[in-house]
């Protein structure tokens, strides 16, 4: 049985890839400093998305740990870039250290809780997590503490690295934009992006895929088929907690900074769980989606509501609940309203719409 | 067959009801000095009644509804800052010499966060829960948007900075036996925790009502099937849980003496420890949950300060590994 795909999905694909292009000529579209942040920003938060939706989405499995992982990666890049001093090697062996602990925590984790109900390994994963935030703060002289820690790149992607010179030697322009570390950097964030990115969108589409769904369908029924559920979930808990500390390895290059605020805090959870859910669970196109809008509209949206709070001024309480830092506020109502009347986000939603016979 | 003997001695002094003395004594031999373990064991007492407070709500909706509330911790907020507010309001009486004052503005405080716990669970669960029953998924995901929201709301009344909370006069100060000092506060918050308990326990084992709940929690089809509304006892049950959380947050805010908005959010993983640890649905379970919280968190918190969270998280596992269930669930 094939189904010609709906004009939904060819349009949710099409957008998915008009903002794979607009990222991968970014330095060259937009010029500034901050939009290079933002592009880099969205590259990696879909890729942290897309490794939630696998448990989310695809397994139907909650859990609050997800920055935790990404934190293991962030950190050992981190530490090891600190200690050592810029180069290649700290970072592989950062994201390796980071990989090594995010997968025993997994499985450790896994085979403990998810057995259980759902909800108890919701609640075991928040706990979880917020035990690392609290280690991260206190050895504070591995990890900085609350202020976390500041080193270099590897030279590579210094600012002052001349990728391509022009015949008297100075840094070459092309369309406008300077060849220097920078760039290279930014194109190492957006390949390794788009590398794991693939894979995830290689293993949804796989047999492995398939059994995922069928679980988080019917677990029962998976498993009287024959397939066993818990082997099946650690796994995926598993993968998609390796594909997390990597993005944290890589944003932690790009940063040259990492600290609880941008690797660990519960917020960055709760950034995750809007994009999932707002972008769509359950397709690997809703994370695309879902993140370009929400760091957009985290760097963008607070300025227009510092306009909006200036209008409205002289009512009560609605100057407070405008102001910039209040833009939570209503990214949660909004959020709300999108698991009542649109569980499956925007691309899920979409991709149903405008079947063809 | 001597083993089996000691686990019967056991099992007939209490069984794991007397896991909080074990750990007492373990923390007694461990500490050494007297006079700061009884320090420490009352403030551990105090902590762990605090905690049941905010605890025993979840745990009792979650065994009759087969809901969980991840925005709990929301009332546990609004009940701290809402009882700050009432008392910053009242501070002339606070301070007057009269007790008959002091004791006023204190329950006035504290019926302030109790009504207030009791209009919002009513509200939450019509409007937040009501349409997710029955799927945990995007009860997990509803719940924890209303957090949010809910701590905007927080953020955007009462501003981002530290508020003091004054204490009522006749709670000031400690009562000093030897060399041993309880904090009054301290004890108060442990009889205020334990009166909730019995009564809590008295309803739900010696009342028509309570037998109606339990009923609904072995079996909610044959309740509704014989004809009683169960989803009225339900309100009725999240609204008393939201306004026990709402007690609990009150008097914690007393207890820390300076609140911030991130007050919920640090006391929920401690609730959902100890709501994991108890078992879900029972309100001994929970008891035990947090008394022993408490008690390992003081400990810890004096013998190794940098262990402190990770001991509860400790905790967990190790009774996870014992009991999956968590000691005494209700719920199977």
């Known amino acids: 049985m094939s189904m010609k795909p709906t004009y939904g999905s060819i349009g949710v694909k099409l957008v998915v890839l008009l903002i794979a292009a607009a990222l991968l000529f970014a330095p060259f579209l937009f010029q500034d400093v901050r939009s290079i942040e933002v592009a880099a920003r969205i590259c990696i938060f879909i890729v942290l998305v897309a490794s939630y939706d696998l448990l989310i989405g695809y397994t139907g499995i909650v859990s609050f740990a997800h920055t935790m992982f990404f934190g293991f990666g962030a950190y050992g890049a981190a530490i090891l870039l600190k200690q050592m001093g810029p180069g290649w090697a700290p970072v592989v062996l950062g994201g390796l250290a980071g990989i090594a602990l995010s997968l025993v925590i997994a499985v450790a984790i896994g085979l403990l809780s998810l057995r259980v109900k759902a909800i108890f390994f919701a609640m075991i994963t928040l706990a979880a997590a917020s035990v690392a935030l609290v280690l991260a703060s206190q050895l504070s002289h591995l990890t900085g503490g609350e202020d976390g820690i500041t080193y270099s790149a590897p030279d590579l992607f210094k600012p002052a690295t001349k990728l391509l010179v022009d015949a008297e030697g100075k840094v070459l322009k092309i369309a406008g934009v300077r060849m220097n570390g920078k760039i290279a950097a930014y194109y190492f964030v957006f390949l390794s992006s788009a590398v794991l990115f693939g894979l995830m969108l290689r293993l949804v589409g796989s047999p492995l895929g398939t059994v995922l769904k069928a679980i988080r369908e019917n677990e029962a029924r998976a498993e009287a088929i024959g397939y066993r559920v818990v082997a099946y979930r650690t796994f995926v808990f598993c993968i998609s907690a390796v594909v997390a500390s990597l993005a944290g390895t890589i944003y932690a290059v790009w940063l040259k900074y990492t600290g609880p605020e941008t690797a660990l805090s519960f917020d960055i959870m709760i950034d995750i769980l809007l994009m999932v859910v707002i972008g769509g669970m359950g397709t690997m196109w809703g994370p695309v989606i879902g993140a370009t809008l929400l760091v957009i509209a985290q760097y963008y949206l607070r300025d227009l509501m510092g306009a909006a709070a200036e209008a409205v001024s002289s009512v009560p309480l609605l100057p407070e609940l405008l102001n910039p830092d209040r833009w939570l506020f209503w990214l949660g109502i909004l959020f709300i309203l999108l698991v009542y009347f649109f569980p499956k986000g925007i691309a899920g939603t979409a991709m149903e719409k405008g079947v063809r016979q | ?332």
Do not use: C
Request: hydrophobic share 60%.
């Open chain 2, 1 to 332: 067959m001597k083993g089996f003997g000691m686990t019967r001695w056991i099992e007939k002094m209490g069984g794991v009801n007397l896991l909080p003395v074990a750990v007492m004594l373990v923390g007694f031999v461990l500490i050494g000095a007297p006079s700061s373990w009884v320090t420490l064991t009352v403030a551990g007492l105090a902590m762990g009644m605090m905690v049941f407070l905010m605890a025993s709500g979840l745990s009792l909706v979650f065994g009759l509804m087969d809901v969980l509330n991840f925005g709990h911790s929301a009332f546990v907020s609004f009940g701290a800052f809402v009882a700050a507010s009432v008392l910053a309001g009242l501070s002339g009486w606070l301070g007057a010499p009269s007790v008959l004052l002091n004791v006023a503005a204190l329950a006035l405080a504290l019926a302030a966060a109790l009504a207030f716990g009791l209009a919002a669970g009513l509200f939450f669960e019509r409007v937040i829960i009501k349409p997710v029953y029955k799927d945990h998924l995007r009860q997990i995901l509803i719940t924890m948007g209303a957090l949010i929201v809910s701590e905007q709301i927080i953020l955007a009344l009462w501003g981002g900075t530290p508020i003091t909370v004054h204490r009522p006069a006749f709670l000031e100060g400690a009562w000093i036996i030897g060399d041993i000092s309880i904090e009054i506060y301290r004890g108060f918050a442990f009889a205020l925790g334990l009166v909730v308990f019995a009564g809590l326990y008295f309803t739900l084992n010696r009342t028509r009502l309570g037998l109606l709940i339990r009923a609904g929690v072995e079996n909610r089809e044959m309740v509704e099937a014989l004809g009683f509304r169960i989803d009225r006892l339900f309100v009725g049950v999240f609204m008393l849980g939201s306004a026990l959380a709402a007690l609990g947050g009150a008097m914690w805010a007393g207890y820390l003496t300076l609140i911030t908005p991130a007050l919920g959010g640090e006391m929920m993983i401690v609730v959902f420890i100890v709501v994991i640890i108890g078992g879900l649905g029972s309100i001994e379970g929970t008891l035990l949950g947090a008394l022993m919280v408490g008690l390992v968190s003081n400990y810890v918190g004096f013998l190794a300060p940098k262990l402190a969270l990770a001991s509860n998280m400790i905790l967990m596992m190790a009774i996870l590994m014992w009991r999956p269930s968590g000691l005494r669930p209700a719920v199977k």
